[in-house]
């Protein structure tokens, strides 16, 4: 679906804004954006920042206003795109996208990121959650599964992760991975750092949002910014 769990989005949020504190990010690049959740998101805490869209299903393009949320919006399959147009340096989202291909085509697409952005973070179902085409958008399906373990075999430079487990030992996992070691570090500070204070409010795992939000919808967007803002660092 080109919408996603509420589950991980204040971390990674709250994990983006101290990282750019020690790193500044001035590139952001969203594969699979779906309805432009995560240019919404963060746009207000990465003021400075040029957001870049990698959508392979073309209508999402204008039902959701993509090229309205994005700086540049390119419809075009992720694991043939080619990266090296992209600006160098700053941060990679791939938000529910490494379940849609094979292990394989992940791991080669995560690689090729990871050659021109400095962080990756990666949110993804963990276990079994079977999903086919969604509203004639046959990339919408489910063709791989991961658990934990998987994630690190799989694919390289892995620093932390977050688990939300909402149905045994399944649920949805955040990864954060950077090539170069000492930004590695810094992502996942700050990672570890965000991850503490939501675990510290309650609140903040949901939002005042239900599991599912539409994030093409401003008082949505407006909702989630005011839980989230007093918790920002400069």
């Not at 309805?35 to 869209?53: D, E, H, M, N, S």
């Not at 147009?85 to 995560?110: C, K, N």
Request: hydrophobic share 45%; with cysteine; net charge negative.
């Amino acid at each position: 679906m080109p919408i996603s769990t509420i589950l991980g989005k204040s971390v990674t949020a709250l994990a983006i804004n101290r990282f750019n504190a020690r790193h500044a990010v001035s590139h952001v690049l969203d594969i699979g954006p779906g309805v432009g959740t995560y240019a919404r998101l963060l746009r207000p805490i990465l003021p400075k920042a040029r957001f870049t869209a990698v959508e392979v299903w073309a209508p999402y393009v204008k039902e959701y206003g993509l090229e309205a949320v994005y700086d540049e919006v390119h419809v075009a399959d992720a694991r043939r795109f080619d990266y090296g147009a992209l600006p160098r340096g700053g941060i990679a989202l791939l938000g529910d996208v490494i379940e849609h291909m094979t292990r394989d085509e992940a791991q080669q697409l995560v690689m090729k990121i990871l050659l021109v952005c400095d962080a990756v973070y990666i949110a993804i179902p963990i276990g079994e959650w079977p999903q086919g085409e969604y509203e004639g958008n046959p990339w919408e399906a489910h063709i791989g599964s991961y658990s934990t373990e998987d994630m690190h075999r799989v694919f390289p430079f892995v620093g932390c992760e977050m688990m939300f487990k909402t149905r045994g030992d399944d649920g949805t996992g955040l990864f954060v991975l950077a090539r170069r070691e000492d930004i590695r570090a810094q992502a996942c500070q700050a990672f570890l750092e965000a991850a503490n204070v939501v675990q510290a409010n309650e609140g903040l795992v949901n939002c005042g949002l239900p599991g599912l939000p539409q994030f093409n919808d401003p008082s949505v967007v407006e909702t989630f910014h005011a839980a989230v803002s007093p918790h920002l660092v400069p």
